[in-house]
């Protein structure tokens, strides 16, 4: 490729990099034989304020894989720690390099990552690398998130290394870039917690405060008001991913990120046929993060969170508690709420009455039942496509009556239903026919049609409705595997 010359358009900051560093390693590159670029993420680009020619350069590509530096950058691997599971371990970035804080032309930061740039400190015994299918699939399922209006990290890009990555096959080797607004955890604070002295823990929660919550620190007790802050992201963030029926696979503290953002897209997928109990992660055999458990999980984990603060939020220890203790049972009205009003949008309804959740509740035995897919259901209703299973004439009478109680009009109720019911989601089968072909035949073009229909998932096109077909027989018990 040619190498184009252009004026850098990185700005990077590295502030995570002034803290102690007792909370991340510095780092050195692991370069990599024959970078070549994947896939770029054109938009995101723009966004960042980076120059797209220069992505695309030899010299950019040379960034993106590791081999070399952005000017500014300060490359480390963050400590953290976390519950994988339920139980408590020391972890860290074990394949992964932050560059540095990208400050956008707005103003905005964001984390700018490579992920499988090689071992580091926190690698404990693994390589250090990833394969191309897991990050093609984070840099997939991320934009659709985005697409669907979910707080999501982001994907930049995708280069193949022109190394081998041995699992239980030999893999073609990737490096994702991955954006985010940081890549502070919940395991972060555990590893404060455990690990440092309470000091840490205040550094830490000082960090987070300025980089997502200015302003909380002149209250009067601003680390209570940092717990209630991230009840309340969390809350709206799980109710987001209940409504679409995206099952993140591996809800561990390490990958609860303190934004408020979806982080870590391994085993993660969108539920097909509506089932509560639905879980596609071959390794969660007991269902800890089955879809109908995913609130409860983050109830869980906001509690190891709310416990590293324990010690800052006030002197007298059970006072303590019982503060944090509130805090995180706000999650739980919050949660309803947010998941009761995005139900009524799916079904139209602008306003709120008593009988709405039996309604809704209804709807969802009905659907659960009949073994039908969740997000054509919402698309059929939308449309007024006649759900032929029994039950269904009886709901629907009800639900038409309940319409008609409202204010609005028809033709709002329906733009409003087309506004919060996607067309389209990043389907196992469709996802897993881009992994193949892509590390198969080296074809993205797969992919890039893939890509082009889930950016726009309310546009309700009629190229979209090839996408929303089910997938075979075949993907009836289809499994996801953490991505490594």
């Known amino acids: 490729m040619t190498n184009i010359k252009t004026k850098t358009s990185w700005n990077l900051k590295n502030s995570y990099a002034e803290l102690p560093d007792f909370f991340y390693s510095k780092i050195n590159l692991s370069k990599v034989s024959s970078p070549k670029l994947v896939v770029l993420n054109n938009d995101l680009a723009e966004y960042l304020g980076l120059d797209i020619n220069e992505l695309k350069s030899d010299?950019?590509?040379?960034?993106?894989?590791?081999?070399?530096?952005?000017?500014?950058?300060?490359?480390?691997?963050?400590?953290?720690?976390?519950?994988?599971?339920?139980?408590?371990?020391?972890?860290?970035?074990?394949?992964?390099?932050?560059?540095?804080?990208?400050?956008?032309?707005?103003?905005?930061?964001?984390?700018?990552?490579?992920?499988?740039?090689?071992?580091?400190?926190?690698?404990?015994?693994?390589?250090?690398?990833?394969?191309?299918g897991p990050m093609l699939r984070e840099y997939i399922v991320s934009e659709a998130m985005h697409a669907l209006n979910i707080p999501t990290t982001?994907?930049?890009?995708?280069?193949?290394?022109?190394?081998?990555?041995?699992?239980?096959?030999?893999?073609?080797?990737?490096?994702?870039?991955?954006?985010?607004?940081?890549?502070?955890?919940?395991?972060?604070?555990?590893?404060?917690?455990?690990?440092?002295?309470?000091?840490?823990?205040?550094?830490?929660?000082?960090?987070?405060?300025?980089?997502?919550?200015?302003g909380i620190e002149n209250d009067e007790a601003p680390y209570l008001s940092l717990l209630k802050e991230v009840v309340k992201r969390q809350a709206a963030l799980i109710a987001k991913w209940q409504l679409v029926g995206f099952i993140h696979g591996v809800m561990n503290t390490d990958n609860m990120a303190l934004s408020g953002e979806t982080i870590d897209y391994g085993p993660c997928a969108f539920m097909d046929a509506y089932n509560p109990d639905t879980v596609f992660s071959s390794i969660d055999t007991y269902k800890r993060y089955a879809y109908k458990n995913q609130p409860e999980i983050a109830v869980w984990n906001l509690s190891r969170f709310a416990e590293t603060l324990v010690p800052l939020i006030n002197d007298n220890h059970e006072q303590a508690i019982k503060l944090a203790q509130e805090a995180v049972t706000e999650f739980y009205e919050l949660y309803h709420n947010h998941w009761s009003s995005g139900m009524r949008s799916k079904l139209g309804i602008f306003n709120e009455e008593a009988e709405d959740e039996a309604l809704i509740e209804e709807l969802l035995n009905l659907i659960h039942k009949n073994n039908e897919d969740y997000t054509n259901t919402f698309i059929k209703l939308t449309f007024g496509d006649t759900l032929m299973y029994e039950g269904f004439k009886e709901w629907h009478n009800k639900w038409q009556s309940r319409l008609r109680r409202q204010a609005q009009t028809k033709e709002e109720s329906f733009e409003l239903m087309k506004n919060s019911n996607p067309a389209v989601i990043p389907r196992n089968h469709r996802v897993e026919e881009v992994l193949r072909v892509a590390d198969e035949k080296g074809d993205l073009s797969v992919m890039e049609r893939l890509i082009s229909v889930i950016n726009k998932p309310f546009a309700h096109t009629a190229d979209q409705k090839e996408y929303a077909e089910l997938p075979p027989p075949s993907f009836c018990e289809y499994k996801t595997f953490c991505g490594t």
């Open 154 to 214: 982001r994907s930049l890009a995708v280069v193949t290394t022109g190394e081998p990555v041995l699992r239980e096959r030999i893999l073609k080797g990737s490096i994702l870039t991955r954006v985010a607004s940081s890549h502070i955890r919940v395991g972060t604070f555990e590893y404060a917690a455990n690990f440092g002295t309470e000091e840490n823990v205040r550094q830490l929660a000082d960090y987070t405060i300025d980089r997502h919550y200015k």
């Open 59 to 132: 010299e950019g590509i040379s960034y993106l894989s590791g081999n070399s530096l952005p000017k500014g950058s300060i490359p480390i691997a963050q400590a953290y720690a976390g519950h994988q599971f339920g139980y408590f371990t020391m972890l860290g970035d074990g394949r992964a390099m932050l560059l540095g804080e990208q400050i956008t032309p707005e103003g905005k930061i964001y984390d700018i990552q490579l992920k499988g740039s090689g071992k580091t400190p926190y690698s404990r015994g693994g390589d250090g690398r990833a394969a191309i």
